[in-house]
């Protein structure tokens, strides 16, 4: 008997907490908007297709972004609102399927191999999805449709924004070979790097190179790789997904340069993270301090306790 071939969909929503906002407020729709922190010191979380035509993205601090695009519009996150948002998403996805993995509030992959509306073709379940999505929070949507959980996901970034792709068992080979490295869910710009001093450029290019070559350059990435690029990607759609970290941090508007004032505002985020762990009934036993400067240079420190923990004693600073 045959393998089933999967019907994986991966729903991916547009500049999701830019649109919001921008739904929200009129007078933002067309207009570069980045959503974060302050001008001088924040971080942008998001940024609008208007204002990623000017090269903002997320992730860059803000007065990056400001350089880039002077007159982009800073917009403080309203995540209680997001999160309302891709509640109502989810509510979509659930009409087609138990078999829901998100990733963020604002994607998911959907296993519509078996589906609540015994629809037969992925695609036609993904394009529902989007129209539905659109009528409900007047927000777009892509997806990608393939056969695995990582050509899926570049499927939906394939045609963004409000995109369609589908890549099936017959063209994914092709279309893999001629997929540029930084393309490949799971390579960043540090391994991009690595790959292009050992030549490597495209799918094509990765496909020359054996399973013991890329496990040495790689480590344990290296099978994931040399898999992939072969279009095999077995991994399920995973409901019960467990999330392997929590954090909360905070930017200020001015430096902390004295011990206590440090230690103070410390506890005051080790609060925020504690109630975050007792909401999710979360433990931890590797506990990671980052501190970023005015420069945006970054240093990190990490501890792991030989026994998960979750209450606020275990985490204060203690002088």
């Keep these: 008997m045959p393998d089933i071939i999967r019907k994986i969909i991966h729903v991916d929503m547009d500049a999701f907490y830019a649109s919001v906002e921008q739904r929200d407020n009129p007078d933002l729709k067309g207009k570069p908007v980045a959503v974060g922190g302050s001008k001088e010191r924040g971080v ?39 999160k309302e948002v891709s509640k109502q998403i989810r509510e979509v996805f659930s009409e087609y399927t138990n078999l829901i993995e998100p990733l963020a509030l604002d994607e998911a992959y959907l296993d519509v191999t078996e589906n609540k509306k015994n629809m037969e073709y992925a695609m036609d379940i993904a394009k529902e999805i989007k129209e539905k999505i659109k009528q409900r929070t007047k927000l777009t949507a892509s997806a990608g449709i393939s056969y695995n959980k990582f050509l899926a996901k570049i499927a939906s970034d394939y045609n963004k924004p409000d995109g369609f792709y589908v890549i099936t068992p017959k063209m994914a080979e092709k279309f893999i070979e001629q997929l540029k490295i930084e393309k490949f869910f799971g390579v960043g710009k540090v391994t991009a790097q690595k790959m292009h001093k050992r030549g490597i450029f495209t799918g094509a290019d990765l496909k020359t190179k054996s399973l013991d070559e890329l496990n040495r350059w790689f480590g344990k990435s290296g099978k994931y790789y040399f898999n992939v690029v072969r279009g095999v990607d077995n991994r399920s759609v ?56 005015a420069n945006f240079k970054q240093i990190t420190r990490s501890k792991t306790q030989n026994d998960p923990n979750n209450t606020k004693g275990d985490y204060t600073y203690k002088q």
């Design 44 to 82: 942008v979380a998001a940024a609008s297709y208007e204002a990623r035509k000017y090269g903002v993205r997320s992730a860059m601090p803000s007065v990056t972004a400001f350089k880039k695009c002077p007159h982009i519009i800073f917009v403080p996150p309203r995540f209680e609102v997001y």
């Design 238 to 293: 995973n409901p019960n997904r467990i999330r392997k970290s929590l954090g909360a941090e905070r930017t200020y508007s001015i430096d902390i340069t004295n011990k206590i004032g440090l230690i103070e505002n410390l506890n005051g985020i080790v609060e925020v993270l504690i109630k975050r762990m007792e909401k999710s009934d979360s433990s931890g036993k590797t506990l990671t301090i980052k501190a970023k400067y």
